[in-house]
């Protein structure tokens, strides 16, 4: 059954990209560099910035409001770029506006690689909130309940890399007292439940001395993305427009940020949606 609110948008229309702040750039900068054909949205929520440590209520809130915003600029997918959010405010989301357009999270996707690669022991490091949801070990666990899922809430690391610590003495210490807990003593792989995670990537595997899978929703999401603009006929033909990026909250030291996430200069437009 076609979905109806694509039944009044072009295949050429945006994808809508949203998350907390500016980490979902990293999917953002993935769909430009393998769909090149697709046109985005991106909404960066950085009034209420991080979501990791709001109420569920909260994030549910304001991604209903931000979806209705992306879906009234005629974006064609909303894309959740934000663990905490697809956590807390994907099912929400389906029960308003599933029958609309096609829905992505970030977690489902990666979930489903986990299980079919048939890991027995992952670790999983995230924001406060998808720890506490117990979403990953719950979804896993559905799918496949002998894995075990070590998940640990690791707050400092999305501010430490929004203020551009990366790869610095003051990161690798931040880091190293996180992936030193004895909980990831033995696993296979670590699963990077944040979309600003990818960012340590490489610091991660060399902690690991690149005996681990190091994992990240960017690829398996995109992989997503593709498939549903497939089975929905949506795959566009031709770029429309520029990418477009907004916040609900402007500062330029957000903007000078962006280009840590996503590798070509952007300009952010202020949106009070609130």
């Not at 406060?128 to 799918?143: D, E, F, G, M, R």
């Not at 996180?178 to 696993?187: A, C, P, Q, R």
């Not at 497939?230 to 907004?246: D, N, T, V």
């Amino acid at each position: 059954m076609p979905l109806q609110h694509l039944q009044q948008v072009s295949k050429n229309n945006p994808i809508g990209i949203f998350d907390s702040g500016i980490g979902g750039l990293t999917v953002a900068n993935a769909i430009a560099s393998k769909l090149p054909l697709e046109d985005f949205i991106y909404f960066g929520d950085t009034a209420h910035l991080p979501y990791g440590d709001k109420s569920s209520d909260a994030i549910c809130y304001y991604s209903l409001r931000i979806t209705r915003f992306l879906i009234e600029k005629g974006c064609k997918m909303i894309v959740i770029a934000c663990n905490s959010a697809s956590a807390t405010a994907s099912k929400v989301l389906h029960e308003f506006y599933g029958k609309e357009i096609p829905i992505i999270n970030v977690i489902d996707p990666l979930v489903n690689y986990v299980v079919d690669h048939n890991y027995q022991k992952i670790g999983v490091i995230a924001t406060k909130v998808t720890t506490q949801s117990n979403i990953y070990p719950s979804k896993i666990h559905a799918l496949n309940p002998n894995i075990d899922v070590r998940p640990l809430a690791t707050p400092l690391l999305v501010p430490m890399i929004e203020e551009g610590f990366i790869s610095n003495n003051i990161s690798k210490s931040i880091l190293e007292n996180y992936l030193s807990n004895e909980m990831f003593t033995d696993i296979e792989a670590l699963v990077l439940a944040c979309t600003h995670f990818p960012l340590l990537k490489p610091a991660i595997k060399a902690y690991f001395n690149e005996k681990i899978d190091i994992l990240d929703s960017t690829d398996v999401v995109l992989t997503e993305i593709e498939n549903t603009l497939e089975k929905y006929g949506l795959k566009s033909e031709h770029r429309a427009q520029p990418h477009q990026f907004y916040v609900s909250d402007f500062t330029e030291s957000f903007e000078k940020t962006t280009k840590i996430f996503y590798k070509e200069e952007i300009h952010l437009e202020h949106a009070a949606i609130w």
